[in-house]
């Protein structure tokens, strides 16, 4: 089977530079990513000819490095902009519902779920769409979900500038639907309480807004 000509010259790149870590420049990944899934494509009986399939590695290598795994890219990393809590508020800032979107680092299919969030602000407060993005940058990336949520909850305490954060992380995991026990129904669900939070009552009255 012949090789593609653009898959071959990542071949050569590896072995010209010898870059296979995490620091190499966008496109010279993309390159080699594409290659490599190239020859996994191969070795399952593939026709890298067939019009339909000739540039899917490039299509794959691009939504790795563009889109599903740009949280592996620190200066993704959202920022932070604070306001100070100049009118005094006290009592929890929850956001429900947001939308996870990750890949089992086990067998690279899909998670997809919900995150809950909240914390309870001293002296600043953090506009809202920043709790979207600090989940979703550390959701897109290989994941488990035990360790995603103890990410977000250690970035919201530390960036807050607030112990008391709570995250809860409801989720599908495909690599449970789709192969092995091809259990479709469960789901998974994991939880951070810190600071105050940890406190019988802010936590039943937390997992009460967020329907839990």
């Given at each position: 089977m012949a090789?593609?000509?653009?898959?071959?010259?990542?071949?050569?790149?590896?072995?010209?530079?010898?870059?296979?870590?995490?620091?190499?420049?966008?496109?010279?990944?993309?390159?080699?990513?594409?290659?490599?899934?190239?020859?996994?494509?191969?070795?399952?009986?593939?026709?890298?000819?067939?019009?339909?399939?000739?540039?899917?590695p490039h299509r794959v290598a691009k939504m790795f490095v563009r889109e599903l795994f740009i949280g592996l890219d620190p200066a993704k990393a959202p920022g932070v902009r604070l306001f100070p809590n100049t009118y005094g508020y006290r009592q929890m800032v929850?956001?429900?519902?947001?939308?996870?979107?990750?890949?089992?680092?086990?067998?690279?299919?899909?998670?997809?779920?919900?995150?809950?969030v909240a914390y309870i602000p001293r002296e600043w407060v953090v506009g809202?769409?920043?709790?979207?993005?600090?989940?979703?940058?550390?959701?897109?990336?290989?994941?488990v979900q035990e360790r995603l949520t103890q990410q977000i909850a250690d970035f919201l305490e530390a960036h807050l500038h607030t112990p008391d954060v709570a995250v809860v992380i409801d989720a599908k995991h495909y690599c449970v639907s789709m192969r092995g026990i091809q259990d479709e129904a469960s789901r998974t669900l994991t939880y951070a309480f810190r600071g105050a939070f940890e406190a019988a009552e802010t936590k039943d009255t937390f997992l009460r807004l967020v329907g839990l």
């Open positions: 090789k593609h000509p653009e898959y071959t010259n990542g071949h050569e790149a590896i072995c010209a530079c010898g870059v296979e870590d995490g620091g190499a420049p966008l496109q010279e990944k993309e390159t080699l990513i594409a290659y490599h899934f190239g020859e996994i494509m191969r070795l399952l009986g593939l026709d890298l000819n067939d019009p339909s399939l000739q540039d899917t929850v956001e429900k519902d947001i939308r996870v979107r990750s890949v089992c680092e086990h067998h690279f299919v899909p998670i997809i779920g919900v995150a809950h809202l769409s920043k709790l979207n993005r600090i989940v979703d940058y550390f959701a897109r990336r290989p994941q």
